[in-house]
């Protein structure tokens, strides 16, 4: 379990960017964390496997403190984090995702396995001869989630993963990354500014300033619009659909599309 036990954190003294969290994770559950820009959402990232320490504070993972032992967290946590451009090591894609396994001192043959099975997954077993640079933004985040996921983490935290992608990629890696870690026992914390995305996870953490705002399910977290005004945070037009029809009212789509354009919903 990951777990975050009045946490605060400041960069600058003072001034806390992270401040007072608390919530657990557990190993097979996929925890979605919401929030704008410079809501403490990378923050909270590299709080969770010893990149940064609390100030104030524990975290614990599996029940050892970051602060007593920030190397066990790495290996137990992995992160992927928006640019894939800052993660590659490797020339080729093979090399990229054996780098991380050569410095674990897998054995070759079992990195050879590895790197075979994670890549016919992740459906880029074709590009493991080609360099990462000259693949798409998809390709690429697949590239740098394979290469975490060959270390076989207990822990998967996806900061912003599909920011930088267009609609379709998006909705492919995010399907992907659902699917093979519902098929695992590996516990996720899915970070991203996208209110979209987060609809079908069961649990998600509303976070602003750095401060947890709301948890809950879908239901809890959209229904109420002022709170994620004020937060910056929009409400999923499909969720105000969904609302819409919860309430049996009858219009056309224009109406509709209309209503959720102006804010009338
Ligand atoms: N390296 C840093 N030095 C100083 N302040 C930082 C640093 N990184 C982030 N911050 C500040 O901490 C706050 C939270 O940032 P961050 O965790 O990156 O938010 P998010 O990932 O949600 O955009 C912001 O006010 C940001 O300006
Ligand atoms: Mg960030």
Redesign the pocket.
Known sequence: MIRFESVYFA??KEKW?VENLNFKIKKGEFVALL?S????????ARLTDGLLLPNKGNVFVDGINSKDSPNILKSKVGIVFQNPDDQFVGTTVEEDIAFGLENLNIERKEAHRRVYEITKRLGIFRYLKSSPSMLSGGEKQKVAIAGVLAMQPDYLVLDEITALLDPVSRKEIFNLVYTIVKESNIGVLYITHISEEVLPVERIILVSN?KKIKEGGSEEIFSDYKLLESVGVSVPAIFKVYSFLKNGLDVTSHELSESILLNKL
Do not use: D, L, R, V
């Not at 820009?37 to 909270?44: A, D, P, R, Y």
């Open positions: 960069y600058e960017a929030g820009n410079g809501s403490g959402k990378s923050t909270i750095g």
